[in-house]
């Protein structure tokens, strides 16, 4: 079993938990206790002091959208953007709901509100009673400041009124005075100038002592509005909640707009003449295309988080998909024919190198051109209906989202395949020979298995890179995914926002982490020389 997880674990890439292994087992414990503190204690200990650092330093630098939030706020961050995903996929099921499950979640709901409503009222009352309650804490705190603040401002303003005097009275000697009368006078005006900005350095440092008090958090306050805008926000969610599960409720309207149909077949069958009759049947046409409108409606669900991470990782992988069939081939070739490598590398070369930011802008353009009518497009009905995409509202923002990838990422793929195929060892060639092997045979029992390592090295790179264009990618493209979340975050500029860009930037780095393990994993598989991979 030891050697079992063993080779599991080296299998991912994850060498660095054997010595954990090998002490549950026993072996050595000494030297895994040395390796262990060594590989996992350490880096443990550098996170955790990134950590403090990070929770240390951040309040002390403050931006336009506040202050550097902390790990705690990042976290609660978090917390609020999965509550908000959840909460909107809530409502989209209460919408559907019938029958017993209707009557039973609205029960749920008002069995709730029961509760929350009171408690929402309360902490609205204890919010405003803290507001009080800071503001006089602030006087307090501030009196002593701004009584050395106005007895200094008057202080001052008489001071420089006599240096003002005093200069008018140097003035006057000057005009049929001596040079050292006018000697006096300059020396007079430079020490005025002095002594001006030295009061009002001294007015400022009060106002700046003033400002921080000011500005200082009170934290019973921000106890107390985080209190009561978390209970507002569920009280709002539990309203909403019971509109959906009951005037918003599908099956309601649908049961409605049915009754109102057969008042309407009703009218037709005793009209009193033709026009009444046409315009009753007229009404009833009308009334079967609302319920058919209604048996089909859904919950317009705003974009959460979770569903752009979703919607990104399949973009991500559409790129990836396209430049890994386009690298390949193209790889096998310039690895086999040295006259097609010679050709390929002034475009490796060229294209190579150009940023996401360039190639985004020509593919949206072009996309454009083949899709001029997003809302009529077979293309697009086209890509709706393929497993992966379908739900995921393809637009041609996506399309250019993913050539973009594409475009960024072919490259380390294509270099290394072409490496893979020209380092096969010659003797391999050399059976290949002389068992008559045809191309073909050659190229799937041969070629290809033996540049499959360092294929798999390219593929791995690629997706890396396809991952970290996709975030600018969306967004300059707009496209629905993590980058458009950033984007309309950095928008927005609040402190809350601004803490849930720091959730973006973990959230990134662990999917990456993912698929970077991923391809790990696939590349060990395909390794012939057991060598490393990973660290």
């Not at 009673?129 to 006089?136: I, S």
């Not at 000057?174 to 040079?179: E, M, Q, S």
């Not at 997003?374 to 379908?390: E, N, T």
């Not at 496209?479 to 973990?506: C, L, P, R, Y």
Request: charged letters at 20%; one cysteine or more.
């Amino acid at each position: 079993m030891k050697y079992k997880i063993l080779k599991g674990l080296d299998l991912a890439g994850l060498q660095v938990f054997d010595p954990v292994v090998r002490l549950c087992y026993g072996e050595e414990p000494q030297a895994q206790l040395r390796k262990i503190g060594q590989f996992i204690v350490i880096p443990v200990i550098t996170f955790l002091l990134f950590l403090m650092f990070w929770d240390f330093a951040g309040p002390r630098h403050t931006t336009k959208s506040g202050e550097v939030p902390t790990p705690g706020v990042v976290l609660d961050a978090a917390d609020g953007v999965l509550t908000f995903h959840q909460r909107e996929t809530i409502k989209g099921e209460d919408l559907l709901l019938s029958g017993a499950k209707r009557e039973a979640a609205l029960a749920e709901v008002e069995s709730r509100l029961t509760e929350v409503e009171p408690l929402a009222a309360a902490a609205a009352d204890h919010l405003k009673n803290t507001e009080v309650a800071a503001r006089e804490h602030l006087t307090a705190s501030t009196a002593a400041l701004n009584a050395a603040y106005r007895a200094k401002r008057l202080e001052y303003r008489d001071t420089a009124k006599a240096r003002q005097a005093e200069l008018t009275t140097l003035a006057a000697s000057v005009i049929n005075g001596t040079d050292a009368d006018r000697l006096r006078l300059l020396a007079a005006v430079d020490a005025d100038k002095a002594a001006t900005a030295r009061e009002t350095a001294e007015i400022q440092t009060l106002r700046d002592e003033r400002s921080a008090l000011e500005n200082a958090k009170y934290p019973p306050l921000i106890a107390a509005r985080a209190e009561s805008n978390a209970l507002a926000e569920e009280l709002q969610f539990l309203r909403k909640r019971r509109d959906f599960l009951t005037t918003e409720n599908r099956e309601i309207k649908v049961t409605a707009a049915t009754t109102k149909l057969a008042e309407l077949e009703t009218q037709l069958a005793t009209a009193p003449d033709a026009a009444t009759a046409v315009k009753a049947a007229a009404a009833i046409q009308q009334q079967h295309e609302i319920i058919a409108t209604l048996e089909t409606s859904t919950y317009s669900k705003p974009w959460t988080l979770p569903a752009q991470i979703d919607r990104s990782v399949r973009c991500v992988l559409v790129g990836f998909i396209v430049a890994s069939v386009i690298a390949i081939p193209f790889g096998i070739l310039c690895g086999l024919s040295r006259i097609f490598m010679a050709a390929m590398t002034p475009l490796i070369s060229l294209f190579k190198p150009v940023s996401p930011i360039v190639w985004l802008p020509i593919i949206f353009v072009i996309v454009g051109g083949f899709i001029p009518d997003p809302s009529d497009s077979a293309v697009l009905r086209f890509l709706d209906h393929i497993p992966g995409l379908a739900g995921m509202d393809v637009n041609p923002a996506f399309i250019a989202s993913a050539l973009t990838v594409t475009m960024c990422s072919l490259w380390p793929t294509l270099v290394n395949t072409a490496f893979g195929v020209a380092a096969i060892d010659k003797d391999h060639i050399n059976v290949a020979r002389v068992l008559r092997l045809g191309f073909f045979a050659r190229l799937f029992k041969i070629v290809i298995p033996s540049a499959l390592p360092l294929m798999f090295a390219g593929l791995r790179i690629s997706l890396g890179v396809g991952w970290m264009v996709l975030i600018a990618g969306e967004l300059l493209s707009s496209s629905e995914g993590i980058g458009k979340f950033v984007w309309d975050m950095f928008n927005n500029g609040s402190s809350q926002t601004f803490a849930q860009m720091f959730v973006v930037v973990f959230v990134v780095g662990f999917i990456g982490l993912l698929f970077d393990r991923i391809m790990i994993i696939l590349q060990r598989l395909v390794a012939f020389d057991g060598g490393t991979t990973a660290i």
